[in-house]
């Protein structure tokens, strides 16, 4: 029972460190105009290099740790967003970029948009701007990374807020 | 992956999206495969669907500009000049030689950097991530410089209604020549990268052909077109802003295929270094701003421009308040969409992401119409199709 315990701590810190230093990144267009989502792309090339983070884009949310949602959910992106998120395995983390994905930005009251992405699914860093520029996206990684550096950060399995 | 129905194993239906790998947007395509050949596409569009257009009618002219601009953010810049060149011709204002030469500056630097992108996007489409890198390291040159000049790297906010709202001093004329020098030996060497690389040259010599008589047949517009040999370019046929002023040579290329594609798109930075260049040398002296009337007269008007991706389209209606009555938008790669399904029949599915990427697709600004199926014959409006779309959703 005490090796049982041992052994739990040890694993669990070593999935924290290879969380920490190699986070897989998928993204996601819930609805946005691009700008963030070129900025995000800008945050790969050579200029701004998150990959020295160990960040990776992921095409599949099966595999990712972090999701990346930009713009405004609209009707028809909001059961994708959910499907999307909830393939994620856990411990899973969101990073809602630009002015749209936090408050909904410029498209407030278009009949098509549900809204931010926390009403959709549970947000752990706020990125703003419109678009938000490269380095402000790093600034995100690199804070959600310091968020995980502790196991407990891991938020617990919960029912998803719709 | 699904079967259609034959248990045969022969035939399958591929879904791709509106999630994937292979573009940053949300799209949905259908791909009937019977092994690794494509015989069927289809697409689905609207996930980005927002109703931009509806929301312009709840918004004066001014706020609806700041609107429009977020159609799209790779052409944000096209779409605020095609509406603020209608709502000045609907408004009788005359904008000044300045304004104009600086709103065609500014657009011609986002073609550059939206070449450049989508030249970056095809390539990692192709697996070819070197060259993905290396475009976009320097598209960084043009962000520099359109941040420089406006403020922001993306949405730039350049127009104002009756102008533009900074101006071009000397000093970042020099800045933006110094970009120019270095983004043009750069162009040189992907023109010739993407001619001679045999690796390259097998995912996009004769992929994807549309000739001559399918291209006009599918309405395609912009660099698609041009790769076809349809001269269609608004810049030439119907000169706005101030490209009767700098007039534009139209890129042509004959054969059809991806590797045409390529090559006018890259052809036509040259065309754009050498506009900005004459512009910055012969900028017009004068204001930077006419005064706008809040209310605009009744009428409605059309207007075309230009986009990095062909033409688009404008139909802006006033009924003399200060909201614009209708806003009507009809984007280039809505014209073009149609043009990949047909193309890509007869080609692997590991083709796809290349055929589609060949468009230069832009879903965001593509996802602003809304197709009622059954409707019975039943004419809706507004308001009905408001509900019926909220209530379609909400029985999900």
């Known amino acids: 029972m005490e090796l049982g315990k041992v052994w739990n701590d040890v694993f669990d810190r070593v999935k924290t460190w290879a969380r920490v230093n190699s986070p897989w990144v998928l993204h996601f267009n819930s609805g946005s105009c691009n700008g963030c989502d070129i900025e995000i792309l800008a945050t790969l090339t050579p200029r701004y290099d998150v990959e020295r983070f160990g960040v990776k884009l992921e095409g599949s949310p099966r595999h990712a740790d972090v999701l990346i949602c930009t713009g405004p959910v609209t009707l028809q992106a909001r059961d994708r967003l959910l499907r999307v998120y909830e393939q994620m395995p856990e411990p899973k983390f969101v990073i809602a970029v630009g002015s749209c994905a936090i408050s909904g930005g410029a498209f407030q009251g278009c009949y098509n948009v549900v809204g931010h992405v926390d009403e959709v699914i549970p947000v752990d860093i706020y990125v703003p701007g419109c678009p938000p520029r490269p380095e402000a996206i790093i600034d995100g990684v690199a804070k959600l990374l310091g968020k995980l550096q502790t196991p407990a950060a891991a938020r617990p399995v919960e029912e998803t807020v719709i | ?396």
């Not at chain 2, 095609?82 to 630097?109: D, H, M, N, S």
């Not at chain 2, 209604?161 to 071009?168: E, P």
């Not at chain 2, 209310?295 to 006033?318: C, D, M, N, Q, W």
């Open chain 2, 1 to 396: 992956m699904s079967t259609d129905g034959s248990l045969s194993g022969k035939r399958f239906i591929v879904p791709i999206g509106p999630q994937h790998p292979a573009l940053k947007e949300p799209g949905h395509f259908s791909f009937t495969v019977d092994g690794e050949v494509v015989t069927d596409a289809s697409v689905r569009l609207g996930y980005a669907h927002r109703g931009i257009e509806k929301a312009t009618e709840s918004r004066n002219w001014t706020q609806s500009l700041y609107l429009l601009e977020r159609i799209c953010g790779i052409c944000s810049h096209v779409h605020a000049l095609a509406y603020c060149l209608g709502v000045e011709k609907l408004a009788g204002v005359e904008v000044p030689p300045r304004a104009q030469a600086i709103r065609v500056l500014v657009a011609e630097l986002e073609r550059i950097h939206s070449h450049f992108l989508w030249l970056g996007v095809a390539a990692h489409e192709a697996g070819f991530d070197t060259l993905f890198m290396y475009t976009w390291r320097d598209r960084e040159t043009v962000m520099d410089i359109l941040e420089t000049l406006t403020g922001n790297r993306v949405n730039y906010s350049a127009n104002v209604l009756g102008g533009v709202k900074f101006d071009v001093m000397p000093e970042i004329g020099d800045t933006i020549r110094r970009g120019l020098e270095f983004l043009e030996g750069r162009t040189h060497h992907y023109l010739e990268v993407v001619t001679t690389d045999q690796v390259f040259l097998q995912r996009t010599r004769g992929v994807g052909v549309m000739s001559l008589e399918q291209a006009e047949t599918l309405g395609v517009v912009g660099p698609t077109a041009r790769a076809s040999g349809v001269i269609r370019d608004i810049r030439v046929e119907a000169p706005y802003a101030a490209y009767a002023d700098y007039p534009v040579q139209p890129v042509l290329a004959e054969a059809g295929d991806l590797e045409a594609r390529f090559i006018v798109r890259i052809k036509e930075l040259f065309e754009s270094y050498r506009i900005i260049r004459q512009i910055l040398d012969t900028l017009p002296v004068g204001e930077l701003q006419t005064r706008m009337p809040r209310r605009v007269k009744a009428g409605e008007t059309v207007s075309r421009v230009e986009a990095p991706r062909g033409e688009l389209f404008y139909f802006i209606k006033s009924n003399g308040t200060d909201n614009p009555e209708r806003v009507k938008v009809r984007t280039p790669t809505l014209c073009n969409m149609a043009s990949v399904l047909v193309t890509a029949v007869g080609h692997q599915l590991a083709d796809m992401p290349m055929i589609l990427a060949g468009i230069d697709p832009c879903f965001s600004c593509n996802d602003r119409t809304v197709v009622v199926a059954d409707a019975g014959g039943a004419a809706y409006n507004w308001e009905q199709i408001r509900h019926y779309g909220i209530a379609f959703y909400q029985g999900k």
